[in-house]
């Protein structure tokens, strides 16, 4: 009688224990940023169930699916995959930390300028109308694909920093400002349909989201000019709308951000780095 030879992966399997080698039984492919602020592509067979963390993710009919990793996100993450036969298997992923620019002013007077009731009213619309878009989950998987810059011009901004006035710490900054003049086109960096469209939000004022599917979303602020209704598709490298200084702004820039369902992404993270930009004139 012959012994049945069992491999590492097979044995942690049984044992339902992670496997030390991050390779299982279960073919996974997987692209992309595994880090805080990231967004991972991954690839499975047809069928295979997906749960990140004890929640379920979407996995598409050909066994892609996708998930990312907050700001904050623990140095590991639990990935759970069961094949349509029952096989299950168990991953820890390493989850990269991050450090994020951290500004401390103390001193300052006390804020003069409340927002007024309309204001807040307003306020408040916006953000149930941006929450609502980043709630859809469309079926089809256009985020798996090469993301390229919607702008290309400075850095001015980066995702993650924080300013903390008078000890108190202010919402984190969730995505990337490109500082360009107002009229410079602004392309849609992957495929979608566009979730939402509204010309003067109160702190994002001209304001594009496109749905890449799987609660993949991003998000256009300040723009001049919008382009575009929601429902129509968009292609990668369509022009969507010009950057502008809408909204609460000190100048001219785009803010791009991303989010996978309510988990705030680094869009840069998914682009090769900014093209060197031409010395300025003069
Ligand atoms: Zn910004």
Known sequence: MRRRVLTGAAMALLAGLPDARGQ???????RGAQSQGGLVFARAPAGTRARLDGKDLRVGEDGRFVFGFGRDHGAEADLELELPGGLRERRRLAVARRVYDVQRIDGLPPRMVEPSEADLARIKADSAAIAAARARHRAEPDWD???????IGPISGVYGSQRILNGQPRRPHY???????????????????FSLAAPDMYFT??????????????????????????GRRVAR??????????????????????????????????????????????
């Open 175 to 193: 995505g990337v400002d490109i500082a360009m003049p107002t009229g410079t086109p602004v392309v849609a960096p992957a495929p979608g349909v």
């Open 205 to 230: 004022g001209g304001t594009l989201m496109i749905d890449h599917g799987h609660g993949v979303a991003s998000i256009y602020a300040h723009l001049a000019g919008l382009d575009v209704a929601p």
């Open 237 to 282: 490298g369509e022009r969507i709308g010009a950057v502008g200084a809408t909204g609460r702004v000190t100048g001219a820039h785009l803010h791009w951000g991303l989010t996978w369902t309510s988990v705030q992404i680094d869009p840069a993270l998914l682009v090769p780095p900014m093209p060197r930009q031409p010395p300025a004139p003069g």
């Open 145 to 151: 694909t090469d993301w390229v810059w919607p702008v």
């Open 24 to 30: 299982g039984a279960v073919p996974l492919a997987l």
